[in-house]
């Protein structure tokens, strides 16, 4: 997918179509929403830059879908205040500032690929050239199939290629890769990568945890419709992970293990004491260093999805 002269025509085409008129993409300001007594968004504060790769994650009934619509201004916020490039959602989709592919929405059967694709084209007044947007989406070859004739990863990319039809400064995916298997999920996102290095924004959700951690340079944690941590996926891992010290002691003499800089609390199992800790470096230097007689040691740091668990599981974070 490496074609100098195709990326160079895409990136004149989209620096000709972005406006300088405001550093941020995405500013959401105390938004609520409510359904009767339903709080699904409480409170929610967000700015996105412009150029930055953010997932969107939480478990089922976060709020996400709810967010993502308001943002895309198809629900109107009970309060609070949504803007995208300085201006309400519906203008900015008016002006073909911000392109979306959703979970939901059913394709024009009996339609090719191809023309469905250029009717698309036709409603925005900087779409992306044809050949440029087939090979983003990965159409090339199938612009002769019916719509209603795709596999489930095939519909994905037609998706894909409605919602970037029109070059769209801001792109919104909410679970984009649900019905893709392995192989193709990695080539959606080589394109995806392609397509933020353009200067475009993405914004995206998912339950896939690995897409989060390998193709956004920020994450967005939310659950019950309030934030939980903001940050790139380092940052978080370090702040809300809960990494462990493990090691086998040698003699049965009581250590107040509790003490050792850094540990929260301690577990032992026969011999094996686990240390929890907010400090690992700390925590093991203490134990090189001490009197403590140990064999076996292990040092785990706290994955992704550890540290998702765990913030959800508490229900608190910088929120």
Not at 248 to 268: K, M, N, S, Y
Request: contains cysteine.
């Amino acid at each position: 997918m490496n074609h100098p002269n195709a990326v160079t025509e895409m990136r004149m085409e989209s620096e000709k179509h972005m406006r300088d008129d405001t550093a941020l993409a995405v500013q959401l300001r105390g938004v609520t929403k409510t359904y009767g007594a339903l709080r699904a968004v409480e409170g929610l504060d967000l700015e996105i830059g412009r150029g930055e790769t953010v997932a969107f994650l939480g478990p089922n009934g976060a709020g996400k879908t709810t967010t993502i619509e308001m943002l895309l201004g198809l629900r109107v916020p009970t309060s609070g205040s949504v803007a995208v490039f300085g201006m309400p959602p519906t203008e900015a989709i008016r002006q073909s500032r911000i392109g979306a592919m959703l979970q939901e929405g059913k394709l024009m059967p009996g339609v090719r690929v191809g023309e469905f694709l250029e009717f698309v084209r036709g409603q925005h007044p900087n779409p992306l050239p044809t050949t440029q947007l087939l090979e983003l989406a990965g159409l090339e070859g199938l612009t002769q199939r019916r719509v209603d004739r795709l596999s489930g990863g095939q519909t994905q990319r037609v998706r894909l290629a409605i919602a970037i039809a029109g070059n769209p400064d801001l792109l919104v995916l909410d679970e984009p890769t649900a019905a893709m298997d392995v192989e193709v999920r990695r080539e959606f996102w080589v394109r995806m990568r392609a397509y933020a290095a353009l200067g475009h924004t993405l914004l995206f959700a998912t339950h896939y945890l690995e897409e989060a951690e390998t193709s956004a340079s920020r994450l967005v944690i939310i659950a019950h419709g309030q934030l939980l941590a903001d940050g790139p996926v380092a940052d978080i891992q370090a702040r809300y992970g809960d990494p462990c010290v493990s090691f086998t002691r040698l003699g049965g003499t009581d250590i107040a293990f509790e003490r050792l800089p850094g540990v929260q609390h301690c577990e032992t199992f026969g011999d094996r004491v686990t240390l929890h800790t907010r400090d690992a470096d700390a925590t093991v230097r203490a134990l090189a260093g001490g009197a403590i007689p140990w064999k076996d040691l292990e040092v785990k740091t706290s994955t992704l999805e550890d540290t998702f668990i765990t913030l959800v599981h508490n229900g608190k974070g910088v929120a």
